[in-house]
T-cell receptor
Framework: DAKTTQPPSMDCAEGRAANLPCNHSTISGNEYVYWYRQIHSQGPQYIIHGLKNNETNEMASLIITEDRKSSTLILPHATLRDTAVYYCIVRVANFNKFYFGSGTKLNVKP | GAVVSQHPSRVICKSGTSVKIECRSLDFQATTMFWYRQFPKKSLMLMATSNEGSKATYEQGVEKDKFLINHASLTLSTLTVTSAHPEDSSFYIC????????????FGPGTRLTVT
């Protein structure tokens, strides 16, 4: 079962930062936080993951609170192509399965 | 990043027939592959996990005789929907985990199945 809670939808203006929150209050010490996104009728795309430190890559930044009970995915300059459903998933590193929650539909508007 | 393909991308079949969907890892060996289904405007639901050379393990509520999974090689897993009915119409997505990394899964583009 999914262990995360996300708002169902968010709007963001093109060119502005998109901040997508995720609640994972029951996360265990050995569970990572992963973010994937799914553009309409495509397979999910990996964005970023982290354990407790903040992470940044070419796509996004991941901010994890000190108590690890929540995190925020930041798309620094959202474009129309970033319109998608964003999924936050927690998972033990060497455990295979991903259980998807309901995700957040991000609408980037011109 | 690693590439996973699915074939076909779309398939329409008649009720009562069986349809096979292939999932291939193109540039890495996938020791484990996963199958998901997704209904319109819904999230992905994990159906089963297949490990190369062994029987698939199914999630609770998924009929193993209905959804046959074979993972005969390190680059290919197949999902066969047997005796398909209109309620089996869905978007089927596979993912693969490579042996080198336990951190990421790579998802295929999905297969849209329509049963008429």
């Amino acid at each position: 079962d999914a262990k995360t809670t996300q708002p169902p939808s968010m709007d963001c203006a093109e060119g502005r930062a998109a901040n997508l929150p995720c609640n994972h209050s029951t996360i265990s010490g050995n569970e990572y936080v992963y973010w994937y996104r799914q553009i309409h009728s495509q397979g999910p795309q990996y964005i970023i993951h982290g354990l407790k430190n903040n992470e940044t890559n070419e796509m996004a930044s991941l901010i994890i609170t000190e108590d690890r009970k929540s995190s925020t995915l930041i798309l620094p300059h959202a474009t129309l192509r970033d319109t998608a459903v964003y999924y936050c998933i927690v998972r033990v590193a060497n455990f295979n399965k991903f259980y998807f929650g309901s995700g957040t539909k991000l609408n980037v508007k011109p | 990043g690693a590439v996973v393909s699915q074939h076909p991308s779309r398939v329409i079949c008649k009720s009562g027939t069986s349809v096979k969907i292939e999932c291939r890892s193109l540039d890495f060996q996938a020791t484990t592959m996963f199958w998901y289904r997704q209904f319109p405007k819904k999230s992905l639901m994990l159906m089963a996990t297949s490990n190369e050379g062994s029987k698939a393990t199914y999630e609770q509520g998924v009929e193993k005789d209905k959804f046959l999974i074979n993972h005969a090689s390190l680059t290919l897993s197949t999902l066969t929907v047997t005796s398909a009915h209109p309620e089996d119409s869905s978007f089927y997505i596979c993912s693969a985990r490579g042996s080198r990394s336990s951190y990421e899964q790579y998802f295929g583009p999905g297969t849209r199945l329509t049963v008429t």
